[in-house]
C-alpha cells in the first residue's frame, strides 16, 4: 500500500500540467514501484494486492487496517532525528500510536546509521 499524500513531491518526479496531471502521474509512478516490488521481492506469494490511496497518511493507513483486517503493518522511515524530527513529525510514529495490529519500521537502506561511541 502507498499512500499519496501530496501528488507534487520530488517523489513523484514533475511533470507539466495542471493538479490532476499530477495526481494521475503520481498514481502511474506509485503503481509501478508496487508492481516492480512484487515482482522482485514477492514472485512467490500468490495472494498479493497492491493498495493506493490518496490523502492524509495516518488516516488511510487506519481506514485499510480496518478494511483489509490487518494484521502486521511494515513501514518504511526516513529516520529524521533532532529539529527535523520535531518540525515534520514522524509518521511511522504516529502509525505505531493508533494502529491495533504490530508494526514493523524498516530504515531506507541509504540512510547511515549514526552510531554512538561506547
Known amino acids: 500500500m502507498h499512500v499519496i499524500d501530496n501528488p ?23 503503481s509501478g514501484w508496487l508492481q516492480g516490488y512484487i515482482n522482485k521481492e514477492l514472485s512467490g506469494f500468490t495472494n498479493c494486492e497492491t493498495v ?9 493507513i487506519l481506514e485499510a487496517e480496518k478494511a483489509f483486517d490487518i494484521g502486521t503493518i511494515v513501514i518504511g522511515t526516513h529516520g529524521r532525528t533532532g529539529l527535523a524530527h520535531l518540525l515534520l513529525g514522524s509518521i511511522a510514529e504516529k502509525i505505531i500510536r493508533s494502529v491495533h495490529c504490530p508494526v514493523y519500521v524498516i530504515r531506507h537502506p ?8 561506547a
Open 52 to 60: 493506493i490511496r490518496e490523502g492524509e497518511i495516518l488516516e488511510k
Open 110 to 117: 541509504d540512510r547511515q546509521v549514526d552510531r554512538v561511541a
Open 8 to 30: 507534487t513531491s520530488s517523489i513523484y518526479d514533475r511533470v507539466p500540467g495542471d493538479y490532476l496531471a499530477m495526481e494521475a502521474h503520481a498514481r502511474e509512478k506509485t
